[in-house]
């Protein structure tokens, strides 16, 4: 019995200071529920810092954009009284759609250093240009849609660059987001890169200077006026010998279309152009001939383009004979064009004949019509021949067309 009795004792005190099973496993459960609570508190602060974070991003995006919207490097909105930066591609719209004026001088770098002033006191114009560099036939019709319609505009002057109806790139350089007519696209410049990096800082400061009355150097006021705009003179070199050197420095490549091939190219890109330009008759069209130099007819008979532009230039003119509403000013047999001084390559001339482009203008002096574009396409032909003969040392073999 008492052996017995020891066994219950020893089963009683086993029992009760034995574990309980049930204990370990509440204690695990009850630290997993703790690791929970403490998962769930980390996911809301991090869900919260995130919200907060996109808010801070939208909110300083926001205040990008409404400090464009007010600055307008670009003068997209609105015209006023500041002194910015100008670059012709970003500023042209905005030009054309904010300032007052009632000519529009649209072409390439052949019309970039136009005096405005001198349209306005030679012939009471007021006018802004819309020009670009290299300026090709898309760009011109681009251009041309946002004035055709606008009232006010009485006369719209074309520089026609006839090697441009040769050009197989017609690529637009001008922001694609200004010209499509979606405000959502906006953000481009609102936000954008050339915006923010090239422009606004600068502009900023130059603005600043001016409202402050300092006195900006000559060179960088003249880039903040809209008479100026994308004018290069400033960095022009005018020379015999520069454009001598320029022309050297060409490779003289045949073209591998015979010239009744490219006069065919020309006379269908023109009609297409025609057709997409849609004139109107209300207002008056200025068509300007630039004054190339001799040497770019030398250029173009050894590529084998002179035959061509040349019948194409009568056909342009030809074209147009019973149209009241358009004048055809032909600067390219003047004498100047013989006198290299006043050229820096092939085709970009000095102030004295952009002058001398306004007085015909004016007096209606270089005027063409189909009644007398063979005269004139021959005094070209027969002015570059006589440059070729009088130059003949300087070149190494015969110009065909123009070599005797």
Known sequence: MKKASNIKEELEKGY??????LEPAGETMNGSSADQK??????????KWFRNLLVLIAGMLVLMMLFVFFIDPFL???SGDHRYWLNSRYVTKGVLEHEDYDTVIIGSSMVQNFRM??????????PVKATIGAMNLTEMEMMHEIVRDRPGVERIIL????????????????????????????YKYLLGYETWMRFLPLDVVIDGMYQLGFKLPEKVDRKTRIDDLADWSDDAVFGSEVTWNYYQSLPKIASGSSPEEIYEVMVSRFDVFM???????????QIIFPPYSALYWV????????????????????YFSDWDNVRMIDMQEIPEITDLDH???LVHFDPEIQEMIVDAIQDRSCDITAADVNERITATIEMARAFVKEEDARFSNPIPLLSE
Request: net charge negative.
């Open 16 to 21: 009760d200071t034995a574990s309980d099973p």
């Open 38 to 47: 403490t998962g769930s508190v980390d996911r809301k602060a991090a869900g």
């Open 76 to 78: 997209y909105y609105r």
């Open 117 to 126: 002033q001198s349209f306005r006191d030679k012939l009471g114009y007021e």
């Open 159 to 186: 520089n026609l660059d006839l090697a441009e109806f040769t050009n197989d790139d017609q690529s637009v350089i001008f922001p694609a987001y200004q010209y499509d007519e979606n405000p959502w696209n906006d």
């Open 275 to 285: 057709e997409r330009m849609q004139f109107q008759p209300e207002k008056e069209y």
């Open 299 to 318: 250029q173009a008979a050894e590529e084998g383009t002179f035959d061509a532009e040349l019948r194409f230039k009568r056909y342009v003119v030809q």
């Open 343 to 345: 050229y820096m390559d």
